[in-house]
């Protein structure tokens, strides 16, 4: 029961984490450097997340390491097709 919450928490991470960085980066990062290599910027965007999202779900009792990389995943993604959606 415990692994089916945490696979919520983490499905939830990945597309909340998706669709909020793919909503700002269609309105915002259109005219910026980003738009010229969005699959690296996307990379980038996602391991910094990921590294930055460990240490605060270590904290939480359900959630893991799983969750943040999810999150990393949906924010690495969300920029690449946010970006990609203006450029081409």
Do not use: D, K, N, W
């Amino acid at each position: 029961m415990m692994a089916l919450i945490a696979l919520a928490f983490a499905g939830f991470a990945a597309y909340f984490g998706h669709t909020r960085t793919r909503s700002y980066s269609e309105r915002r990062l259109r005219y910026t450097r980003v738009a010229e290599r969005p699959v690296l910027s996307g990379l980038l965007a996602g391991i910094g997340t990921t590294l930055l999202a460990i240490p605060l779900v270590a904290l939480a009792p359900i959630i893991g390491s799983g969750t943040a990389m999810a999150l990393g995943l949906g924010v690495g993604s969300g920029l690449t097709r946010g970006v990609g959606a203006r450029t081409g």
